[in-house]
């Protein structure tokens, strides 16, 4: 299928590995122009040239902090006129919410909530005003399934859905779409912290928290982050403008509930 994204330009957040990589990657395959943003350089260099190499896509790379004010100006004077917009930044650590400081919360909500609304807010008005615009959050399942020791996550990602929720009803009529990607167990850093937590937590060794939670997913594996970005493009595509305001989940089917 063509998604009708050729040259387009997309910002993707926090993109030189995992599933803001592979985002980058599925967009770029569709001929996007994309900006990719992380904070090593050497990681995001890497990522970028395996891109341009795999796609021949135009591949723009701006390594900064996305959850500061410097970083987030970076960002947008590298992608000024962003059709799609995919925000995505490291999720906070994990434990006991007794253990967890103001500081710690301000953190969470920083990475987790503001600095998507504050890219959010500075790209709209020109996708509004260009009549196409994509916006795709990767938030977290546990926004539809909390999990106790992602509390610093579970609050924070949940606000953002919130107010995307209200803003995804306004645009839509402008074709801007805003649509959050709850990704579950996928194959990333991220898993393997989670699993050195449980692991310490459990006294069990990370393997066997691993087969674990493989074995406890009905699709009996963890996601691939290549299954993540087709997701991510298809989101962005020309077919997808009567899609707004929803979480989708991709958990291998872990969620158990109907709704």
């Known amino acids: 299928m063509d998604l009708g994204l050729q040259g387009r330009n997309a910002l993707v957040c926090a993109s030189s590995k995992g599933l803001g990589r592979a985002c980058a990657q599925a967009l770029a395959r569709e001929g996007v122009a994309v900006t990719m943003v992380a904070r090593g350089s050497e990681a995001l260099e890497q990522a970028a040239a395996e891109i341009r ?14 959850t500061s004010q410097e970083g987030q100006a970076a960002a947008l004077a590298a992608c000024p ?29 920083d990475a987790n909530m503001l600095t998507p609304i504050a890219l959010i807010r500075a790209s709209i008005d020109g996708m509004i005003s260009r009549r196409f615009g994509r916006i795709v959050n990767i938030t977290s399942a546990a926004v539809k399934a909390p ?19 209200g803003l995804a009803r306004k645009v839509v009529a402008h074709n801007v779409t805003i649509n ?30 691993l087969a674990e939670r493989r074995a ?3 699709a009996g594996r963890f996601g691939s982050p290549a299954e993540f970005g087709d997701a991510c493009a298809w989101l962005c595509s020309a077919q997808a403008g009567y899609m707004t305001g929803q979480n989708l989940l991709l958990d ?3 969620y158990p509930g109907t709704f």
């Open 216 to 218: 406890a997913n009905p």
């Open 53 to 66: 190499r795999a796609t021949g896509a135009r591949i723009t790379t701006v390594a900064a902090d996305i």
């Open 180 to 209: 959050n990607l709850l990704p579950g167990p996928f194959e990333t850093d991220r898993l393997l912290e989670t699993a050195r937590q449980w692991s310490r937590q459990t006294g069990k060794s990370q393997e066997t928290v």
């Open 252 to 254: 291998g089917g872990n």
């Open 81 to 109: 006129a962003a059709d799609i917009l995919v925000t995505n930044a490291g999720g906070p650590k994990p434990g006991d919410f007794r253990d967890w400081s103001r500081d710690d919360w301000i953190a969470a909500l």
């Open 147 to 165: 999990i106790d020791i992602l509390g610093l996550s579970n609050g924070a990602r949940s606000g953002l859905t919130g107010f995307c929720a």
